[in-house]
Nanobody
Framework: QVQLVESGGGLVQAGGSLRLSCAASGHTFSSYTMAWFRQAPGKEREFVAAVRGSNDNTNYGDSVKGRFTVSRDNAKNTVYLQMSSLKPEDTAVYYC????????????????WGQGTQVTVSS
């Protein structure tokens, strides 16, 4: 069973950058689609980005396209989210998730979740 631990969150000014990391334990990391979701107070969980394990294909939510980049290093069992041009509306708890090999943007396709890391963007 894979376990996920996120890191890299914090406080940043609008226009700044942050890189989140998600370290996974377990021997089958490369087979999972890995994704990032976020949830702001009072809002539903939102898909941010995903990267397939088989071919590194990526997928992004409309609100982050062109600003965020998801990547993975299977040798390090780690997935990253590079966030640039951050906006106050990006403020949320960011969650890393592991899903089946063909998972896309739906949270119910992901069965393993990290504890989340807070990202706060000040204006």
């Amino acid at each position: 069973q894979v376990q996920l631990v996120e890191s890299g969150g914090g406080l940043v000014q609008a226009g700044g950058s942050l890189r989140l990391s998600c370290a996974a334990s377990g021997h089958t990391f490369s087979s999972y689609t890995m994704a990032w979701f976020r949830q702001a107070p009072g809002k539903e969980r939102e898909f941010v980005a995903a990267v397939r394990g088989s071919n590194d294909n990526t997928n992004y939510g409309d609100s982050v396209k062109g600003r965020f980049t998801v990547s993975r290093d299977n040798a390090k069992n780690t997935v990253y989210l590079q966030m640039s041009s951050l906006k106050p509306e990006d403020t949320a708890v960011y969650y890393c998730a592991a899903g089946n090999p063909v998972a896309t943007m739906w949270s119910n396709q992901y069965g393993i979740w990290g504890q989340g890391t807070q990202v706060t963007v000040s204006s």
